[in-house]
């Protein structure tokens, strides 16, 4: 009789720790994005030799939009030393970044539309397709 109690435990005992292992990833989750809004990095672009990661931004119309460029790329890069770029013409902007640096910008873009954004000072510049990128507003 006792042993059966002790059986029936065990079970239950693994079903708590299957919700709670379940329960982890999502837990995390929640804390790293309230960790990202307190931190209020913005959507974190990375630009380097392959390109913009992301290369689509979205945001709504009269929002304030913070992007954190990441370039990875160092001094030691023949095309270009490393630098790059964040810039576009309909938007006015022209941010350089040093090799290996990171910056964070705020935008504000009060018209929906789809804004091109390039780096021009590596891999062919702006007329590279992988060198360019969009901010989709809404
Ligand atoms: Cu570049």
């Known amino acids: ?3 059966i109690k002790v059986k029936k435990y ?7 720790v299957i919700v709670i292992a379940a329960m982890i990833p999502i837990v995390l989750d929640a804390v790293a994005n309230v960790k990202n809004q ?20 979205r945001a709504k119309a009269g ?11 160092n001094s030691q890069h023949s095309d270009g030393g490393g630098w790059h770029q964040f810039a576009s013409d309909e938007l ?5 970044l040093p090799p290996e640096s990171t910056k964070t910008i705020q935008l504000k873009v009060d018209q ?5 954004f390039y780096c021009d000072v590596c891999c062919g510049g702006k007329e590279n397709p992988s060198m360019q990128g969009k901010l989709i507003i809404t």
């Open 10 to 16: 065990g079970l239950e005992l693994v079903f708590v």
């Open 112 to 116: 929906p539309g789809e804004y091109v």
């Open 92 to 96: 006015k902007i022209d941010y350089k």
């Open 63 to 73: 929002e304030k939009i913070t992007i954190q460029l990441v370039n990875p790329d």
């Open 1 to 3: 009789m006792k042993k």
């Open 38 to 57: 307190g931190e209020n990095q913005g959507t974190r672009v990375e630009i380097s030799m392959s390109g913009f990661t992301p290369p689509v931004i």
